[in-house]
């Protein structure tokens, strides 16, 4: 069993140091509350939306990332930070992963982008990343990511027990936290986390609404539209009993099979 933090809030674009120490605060109160995993929202290391945003506009972000790292490592917790990133081949909209002892477990770059805005300023990602913790199989996925169900069902078909997701969604979409997400998690009988942003930034008002839902789409906690920290205890038996009558993973599998 795992127990796992969404943190529903923002940090302040163009101050990485005081971002950086709204990070350790948040961890240090997760980590207080026996939390084991700890996901930010989209952007939340850079601002999300940063209007004409080119390549060397994010320094000294890979020095904050190491100071995040030191932070997961102090209050032993795995932790998911939402971030833009300046990457060789162009800027990415990404979710970086820390081990329990600091270690970066990976970089996941959103592979959806939305909108105008982020299609003209970001390098879509190709890849994925998952990893273990807590006993747990744990994908990664970014704001309208999940709103494509082929790639929430490729997680779980790879054996993921959990899909964390960084996000950034704003008015007039609430209806994607309100019922895609508890959807996905249920049409795959999993576990998701949906963390999203708090607050306004240029022309954006974020909804809020983060969750985290359970494998038959039952909401086990909701924030509202502020600055909050969910919790949830995380129990692989849950996936076992959801898939116990009909399991969608491997019943599709057959359905497969059988057609070729």
């Given amino acids: ?25 948040v961890a240090e109160m997760a980590a207080g509350q026996g939390a084991d995993l700890l996901v930010f929202p989209e952007g939340f290391l850079t601002g999300y939306h940063i209007p004409g945003l080119t390549a ?21 917790l795995t932790l998911v930070m939402g971030t ?7 800027l990415r909209n990404a979710a970086v992963v820390f081990s329990a002892d600091g270690a970066e477990l990976g970089r996941y770059h959103k592979r959806a982008l939305f909108g105008g805005w982020e299609q003209a300023t970001f390098r879509p990602g190709a890849g994925t990343l998952r990893f273990d913790c807590g006993g747990l199989r744990v994908g990664v996925a970014i704001c309208y990511d999940v709103e494509f169900p082929e790639l929430i069902r490729a997680e779980a078909q790879a054996g993921c027990d959990l899909v964390v997701v960084p996000t950034a969604l704003m008015a007039p979409h609430d209806r994607i936290a309100r019922q895609v997400v508890p959807v996905r998690a249920m049409e795959n009988q999993i576990f998701v986390a949906y963390a999203n942003r708090s607050g306004h930034e240029p022309g954006l008002d974020f909804v809020g609404l983060s969750c985290i839902c359970g494998p038959e ?44």
């Fill in 1 to 25: 069993m795992m127990k796992l933090a969404v943190w529903q809030g923002a940090g302040v674009p163009d101050d990485l140091d005081i971002t950086v120490a709204e990070v350790a605060r």
């Fill in 84 to 90: 833009h990133l300046d990457a060789p081949e162009g």
């Fill in 217 to 260: 789409g039952e909401i086990l906690t909701r924030a509202g539209e502020g600055a909050e920290l969910l919790l949830a205890k995380i129990d692989r038996a849950t996936i076992t009993r959801a898939r116990a009558e009909a399991c969608y993973v491997d019943d599709l599998r057959s359905v497969e099979e059988a057609g070729r």
């Fill in 56 to 76: 060397g506009d994010l320094p000294g972000v890979e020095d904050a990332l190491a100071e995040i790292g030191r932070i997961a490592a102090r209050t032993r």
